[in-house]
């Protein structure tokens, strides 16, 4: 069982939709992490969270709004996506200044864009 | 980070050592080498990491050559759920400044075979 817990666990939508995926750990991780990964491929990165801050964004077109309301709670917020967003996102969380310790990831949001 | 490079593909009995080899020649002497799998559907999982000493646990075993420019993941003994693509990765380690992300490469896919 993972301990990053990701909902919901599918998601239907269609291109004019507003819709939410969450992320929560209770590890007391300080940094938390999406990732996006298309079938077949390995996933990459979008958004890193440190201390409840934004620390990187890799060039993420702006329908993609990530949020961290507080150190176990993480949101990706989606509006106006595109049928090529089709992915499974995944979120990870570990220490930030992690030195050697590792990232823990849920199982993802297998999302659809109709 | 230093670039990894794995085979796409391996089969192994069930029951048998799986060996999984991971280049990365151009690893430097800060970044550590982790090893995490994803079966089909699920998040990626860790399973071990080390610097420059052999490792150990319950998982599996990671043989880190003496000039650390190649490993090896070893499943002593292979069963059918360990049917998975397995990601090596080579990071830098920091006790200071922001979470960083893992990269991930192409990746081994494992076939343990009844």
């Keep these: ?8 666990k599918h998601l239907v939508m269609g291109m004019t939709n507003k819709k939410s995926l969450k992320c929560e750990q ?6 938390m992490y999406w990732y996006k990964q298309k079938a077949k491929k390995p996933p990459e990165l979008m958004f890193v969270y440190s ?3 934004l620390s990187i964004n890799e060039s993420v077109p702006s329908r993609f709004s990530p949020e961290c309301p507080n150190s176990s ?3 990706l917020h989606l509006h106006a996506l595109q049928p090529e967003d089709s992915a499974l996102y995944l979120c990870a969380s570990s220490q930030p200044r992690d030195g050697n310790q ?3 990831f849920g199982d993802g949001t297998r999302l659809s864009i109709l | 980070d230093a670039k990894t490079t794995q085979p796409p593909s391996m089969d ?4 048998r050592a799986a060996n999984l080899p991971c280049n990365h020649s151009t690893i430097s002497g800060n970044e550590y080498v982790y090893w995490y799998r994803q079966i089909h559907s699920q998040g990626p999982q860790y399973i071990i990491h080390g610097l420059k000493n052999n490792e150990t646990n319950e998982m599996a075993s990671l043989i880190i050559t003496e000039d650390r420019k190649s490993s090896t993941l070893i ?4 069963t059918l759920r360990d049917t998975a693509v397995y990601y090596c990765i080579v990071r830098v380690y920091s006790f200071s400044g922001s979470a960083r992300q893992l ?4 990746g081994t896919q494992l076939t343990v075979l009844p």
């Design chain 1, 1 to 8: 069982d993972t301990e990053v817990t990701q909902t919901p």
């Design chain 1, 26 to 31: 209770h590890m007391g991780h300080r940094a």
């Design chain 1, 51 to 53: 201390y409840e801050k």
């Design chain 1, 73 to 75: 709670l993480l949101n």
């Design chain 1, 102 to 104: 590792p990232q823990h």
């Design chain 2, 12 to 15: 192994c009995a069930e029951g």
């Design chain 2, 75 to 78: 499943l002593p003994h292979a």
């Design chain 2, 103 to 106: 990269t991930f490469g192409s």
